[in-house]
């Protein structure tokens, strides 16, 4: 099965300040990797994707993603949190059953808190 | 579009009693799953659909839990009976089978308490 892994339960950053959230994979094949964004009381929202292409994937809300094939990474950057960018963040990848199916499997989470 | 519609938002019921969740995933979605949170565990899949079928249901912790999708606009998860241990966030997603961006749109979740 393919998976990911979040290292850090929280990230703490000042207003301003560069975010990055980590994430690293273990796939067999070519890595489809995906970030989400949970905030209080909501249910998870899409930021970006990676599937092939450019290593550095733009997304909503001004994140950017880096996938590193050689570091098997894919960490979640922002230039400039904002205290708004406060929320529980997801890395995902694409796991694909023996049928062609599949499904998403989701790391950990990581809790952002931007301190303004 | 309304997005994913989930209900109810909160639901609080006493160990034993049975309790049902509602899912309406967005119009035109083939794919219908169903996720547990909890802090302990993090985010679990517990069953998902094709074409209101039932494809892996692995993650269902118990029989306990059952699931349908009795038609391409509904679905149900039902706990019975409930335990303490079931309380968590219950979310619905849904997706595009042909969708390139392999997106999936989630509800707003049920909160369950089981007292």
């Known amino acids: 099965a393919q998976s990911v892994a979040q290292p850090e339960d929280q990230v703490n950053v000042a207003e301003g300040n560069p975010l990055t959230v980590k994430c690293t994979y273990s796939?067999?094949?070519?890595?489809?990797l995906f970030w989400y964004v949970q905030y209080p009381n909501r249910g998870l929202q899409f930021l970006l994707k990676?599937?092939?292409?450019?290593?550095l994937v733009k997304g909503s809300y001004g994140f950017e993603a880096e996938f590193n094939k050689s570091q098997t990474s894919f960490h979640l950057k922002k230039p400039s949190a904002l205290v708004s960018d406060s929320a529980l963040y997801f890395c995902?990848?694409?796991?694909?059953?023996?049928?062609?199916?599949?499904?998403?499997?989701f790391g950990a989470g990581t809790t952002v808190t931007v301190r303004a | 579009d309304a997005g994913v519609i989930q209900s109810p938002r909160h639901e609080v019921t006493e160990m034993g009693q049975e309790v049902t969740l509602r899912c309406k995933p967005i119009?035109?979605?083939?794919?219908l799953f169903w996720y547990r949170q909890t802090m302990m565990r993090g985010l679990e899949l517990l069953i998902y659909?094709?074409?209101?079928?039932?494809?892996?249901d692995s993650g269902m912790p118990e029989d306990r839990f059952s699931a349908k999708m009795p038609n391409a606009s509904f679905s149900t998860l039902k706990i019975q009976p409930s335990e303490p241990r079931d309380s968590a966030v219950y979310f619905c997603?849904?997706?595009?089978?042909?969708?390139?961006?392999?997106?999936?749109?989630f509800g707003p979740g049920t909160r369950l308490t089981v007292t």
């Open positions: 997603a849904s997706r595009l089978s042909a969708a390139v961006s392999y997106e999936q749109y």
């Open positions: 796939v067999s094949g070519n890595p489809y």
């Open positions: 990676y599937i092939t292409g450019d290593n």
């Open positions: 995902a990848v694409r796991d694909i059953y023996p049928g062609g199916d599949y499904k998403l499997s």
């Open positions: 119009s035109g979605h083939d794919y």
């Open positions: 659909f094709n074409n209101n079928v039932p494809i892996d």
